[in-house]
């Protein structure tokens, strides 16, 4: 990503939200998207998220204003949204995380990127992640990341940390008694990934263990071969209350992982059958 302050951020990458220069069709794709959203995640998104949806009334007229949701987000979990340009460089991110600051980017994806945008926009942002920060465990794993990530930096082991994020924040998967639910914001902010993820035979899916995700690769363009599924938002918070030292000592010799990998010890839920990723063009993996 681009590591040049642009000029009316802060030098901690904020900026104003800008609420009112929305256009009426920004404030329309926001309703629209988030309408879908609304028709496809009740039964498969977790209670948390679904509880995190209605206590912070986003019922989806218009891009909210982050103002407001900062007075209901911080009484529930002292968490606050802070609005960011963009992607913003791995050691500002963490700073913001370790802080209890969510950065969200301002913009809202185009029409022509209605289906489908790479970079976080405001609906994968606002919808997708922060509903979770109304879960205290959750919330509280949010910031433990953010001060691992910190710590990360210095043992130069960002890429065991981005593949924990974007296998439990992104992309995760939680058992309920009606069987997995969502709760990784890359899905939640996806219909087609929402139904593919628990529906589909193709993908792996595989109980969640730390060392395992840290050494499989991910895609960044395309649908997980592998979701990775935690018993509940404990199992997160514990796997990063732990000194991170010796994992990256066992994890500099160990091997890293395709995405649609099964392993010997792997805890599997579903034996994924690979057809939709036979049929997808290969992307990068990380
Ligand atoms: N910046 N705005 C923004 N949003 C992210 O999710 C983000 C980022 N910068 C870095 C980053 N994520 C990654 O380092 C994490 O996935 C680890
Ligand atoms: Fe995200």
């Known amino acids: 990503?681009?590591?040049?302050?642009?000029?009316?951020?802060?030098a901690d990458w904020?900026?104003?939200?800008?609420?009112?220069?929305y256009s009426a069709?920004?404030?329309?794709?926001?309703?629209?998207?988030?309408?879908?959203?609304?028709?496809?995640?009740?039964?498969?998104?977790?209670?948390?998220?679904?509880?995190?949806?209605?206590?912070?009334?986003?019922?989806?007229?218009?891009?909210?204003?982050?103002?407001?949701?900062?007075?209901?987000?911080?009484?529930?979990?002292g968490w606050t949204i802070v609005?960011?340009?963009?992607?913003?460089?791995?050691?500002?991110?963490?700073?913001?995380l370790a802080n209890r600051?969510?950065?969200?980017?301002?913009?809202?994806?185009?029409e022509a990127e209605f289906e489908y945008i790479e970079a976080p926009d405001v609906f994968h942002d606002i919808f997708g992640h922060v509903p979770m920060l109304t879960n205290q465990v959750f919330a509280d794993y949010m910031q433990a990341y953010g001060q691992g990530g910190l710590r990360a930096m210095n043992l130069n082991s960002l890429d065991a940390l981005a593949r924990l994020y974007w296998y439990t924040v992104e992309f995760g998967l939680i058992d309920s008694a009606t069987g997995p639910r969502i709760y990784g914001a890359g899905i939640l902010s996806s219909p087609a990934e929402s139904c593919f993820c628990l529906e589909s035979p193709s993908p792996n899916r595989v109980g969640f263990d730390l060392l395992r995700v840290m050494q499989t690769r991910y895609r960044i363009d395309d649908f997980q071969e592998t979701y990775f599924?935690?018993?509940?938002?404990?199992?997160?918070?514990?796997?990063?209350?732990?000194?991170?030292?010796?994992l990256y000592r066992a994890l500099e010799a160990a091997p890293n992982y395709a995405p649609g990998e099964i392993l010997a010890n792997d805890a599997v839920i579903q034996m994924g059958d690979h057809s939709y990723?036979?049929?997808?063009?290969?992307?990068?993996?990380r």
């Open 14 to 21: 904020t900026i104003d939200q800008n609420w009112s220069s």
């Open 229 to 246: 599924e935690i018993s509940d938002f404990n199992d997160l918070f514990h796997a990063t209350s732990q000194d991170f030292a010796p």
């Open 277 to 285: 990723t036979q049929h997808s063009h290969l992307t990068a993996t």
């Open 1 to 10: 990503m681009d590591s040049t302050l642009p000029p009316h951020a802060a």
């Open 25 to 77: 069709e920004e404030h329309q794709r926001w309703t629209r998207l988030h309408e879908r959203q609304m028709q496809i995640l009740p039964g498969r998104a977790c209670d948390a998220f679904m509880d995190g949806l209605s206590v912070l009334d986003l019922h989806g007229e218009g891009i909210p204003e982050f103002e407001a949701l900062n007075k209901q987000l911080q009484a529930i979990s």
């Open 83 to 96: 609005a960011v340009p963009g992607l913003i460089p791995d050691s500002v991110f963490f700073e913001h």
């Open 101 to 110: 600051r969510f950065p969200a980017g301002n913009f809202i994806r185009s």
